[in-house]
């Protein structure tokens, strides 16, 4: 938002138009911008756009640094190849993304360090069977990789990837809705990737049949209540995704104010969150009026609360819920996805209780055989609650892990759990693979480093 005039005496600041549609209240936080009066930190700058000049706070004494101002916008480019790889580089200096890649066959950036970038480290883009594998990717003004491909009209899957990366301290200018790992189309992965130190989310995905395995997640939404660290939302027809067997803790918004592990908003459906360790999360998993989605096998210890569902498109989400019924009765699809037509109705069954159930409730959602030890079980609205399936839930019951004070939770083998059909969750293959190709050796795990980019320190808060 520009800043259309600043009345010192009467202490307003008026925005030029057009105002944002969400509209300000009191105590509400925001930044200001580019503004030469705060700079007073270490790493902070001002821009002089009318007389071109560059205000710097080096981090450290000038004479023992390096300063560059680059204006390449990529610095790898690669359209339609096949069987290429690029290993062990040094990736930095691009205003825009470091690598873009287009309908790229087994393609590969692997080994690399990527880092001080105005957009996103990787792009992969269309192609197949493609992907970025142990990378260190940090310090950039976007997000990490974005994984985009595969045929959500047909399903047909892509295969793009992205496995045991270090994504951090990125959306360093963007600082919402550019992820870690940016994941769109049909059947691509995320898997061992560590990512941490993050203003808003770290696994943004869209489309269908994805899976997020395998992946260690701390300290992001750290600016963000309203978001989550695995996030998707707004859609009947994207399913079929799995997140299974990721490790997710110290997640708990702005302030610790609260935000979420795992967010499926605004309505979206059959997604299978299975096998994951959630610790110190607010929110830790959230269906927000979506349908057939699994909560099954998850360890939930000290969140508050662990499962939280809602049936918002039975109330305040009716209103935009009622164009895609509408949609679905005169044509049988969904934001232009033939949803009850093959391959969607064979693939995803459960469609088809759209039109013989209450297109509104959240219907078909499971919470079965999950553990919960210490903060709050759930908080699940009462409009939803006839339609939740939630059984067999070790609750307040000491699950006797091997050494909660060291966030070991695995289970020792004398746990009450194991009668109720808990499975075992590989809690040694979780995060980076120390055993392949990476660009740098992995810190000794679970570090817990949560700095402040230099840019939060000109927050403030509505008067």
């Not at 307003?12 to 705060?38: C, D, F, M």
């Not at 339609?80 to 580089?89: A, E, I, K, P, Q």
């Not at 692997?110 to 480290?121: D, E, F, P, S, V």
């Not at 088809?352 to 919960?372: K, Q």
Request: hydrophobic share 35%; net charge neutral; charged share 20%.
């Amino acid at each position: 938002m520009k800043v259309e005039s600043i009345d010192t005496e009467r202490r307003i600041i008026s925005l030029a138009p057009p105002q944002h549609t969400y509209g300000y209240r009191k105590g509400q936080w925001y930044y200001a911008l580019n503004a030469l009066s705060e700079l007073d930190a270490p790493g902070e700058w001002y821009l002089d756009r009318t007389n071109g000049i560059l205000y710097f706070y080096p981090p450290s004494p000038i004479k023992n640094g390096e300063a560059f101002v680059s204006i390449v916008p990529n610095l790898i480019s690669v359209q339609g190849t096949s069987d290429v790889t690029f290993r062990g580089l040094v990736l930095e200096g691009s205003r825009d993304t470091a690598v873009v890649v287009n309908n790229a066959t087994r393609f590969k950036i692997m080994a690399c360090t990527i880092r001080n970038l105005g957009g996103q480290g990787v792009i992969l883009s269309g192609g197949n069977d493609s992907g970025v594998v142990g990378c260190d990717i940090y310090q950039t003004g976007k997000g990490g990789i974005s994984l985009l491909g595969g045929d959500p009209k047909s399903l047909t899957a892509a295969g793009l990837y992205a496995d045991n990366n270090h994504i951090h301290h990125f959306a360093r200018v963007f600082r919402t809705y550019n992820a870690g790992i940016h994941i769109e189309g049909v059947g691509n992965r995320a898997t061992h990737n560590l990512i941490d130190n993050a203003p808003h989310v770290a696994i943004l995905f869209s489309g269908n049949d994805h899976l997020i395995e395998l992946n260690e997640i701390h300290n992001v939404t750290q600016e963000s209540n309203d978001a989550g660290a695995i996030y998707a939302g707004r859609n009947w027809a994207m399913r079929g995704t799995i997140i299974r067997h990721n490790y997710l803790h110290h997640i708990t918004g702005f302030q610790g104010r609260g935000s979420a592990g795992v967010y499926l908003d605004d309505m979206y459906s059959g997604t299978k969150v299975e096998g994951n360790v959630f610790y110190q999360v607010t929110n830790a998993i959230l269906v927000g009026g979506g349908r057939d989605n699994t909560i099954e096998n998850n360890i939930f210890v000290a969140c508050d609360p662990a499962v939280r569902i809602d049936a918002r498109a039975m109330s305040w989400a009716k209103s935009f819920t009622a164009a895609w019924v509408k949609e679905l009765r005169e044509q049988g699809t969904h934001l232009g996805i033939g949803l009850l037509m093959p391959p969607y109705v064979g693939r995803y069954p459960a469609i088809a209780t759209l039109n013989t159930g209450d297109p509104y409730a959240p219907e078909g959602n499971t919470v079965t055989r999950n553990i919960f030890w210490g903060g709050r079980w759930e908080h699940i609205e009462p409009k939803a609650r006839p339609f939740l399936g939630i059984e067999n839930n070790l609750l307040d019951s000491d699950p006797r892990f091997v050494d909660a004070a060291r966030m070991n939770f695995s289970l020792r083998s004398d746990s009450t759990a194991y009668a109720l059909g808990f499975q075992r969750i590989p809690f040694e293959r979780i995060g980076l693979n120390r055993k392949t190709a990476r660009a740098a050796r992995p810190e000794a795990g679970l570090l817990i480093d949560s700095p402040r980019d230099s840019a939060s320190k000109s927050l403030r808060t509505t008067p």
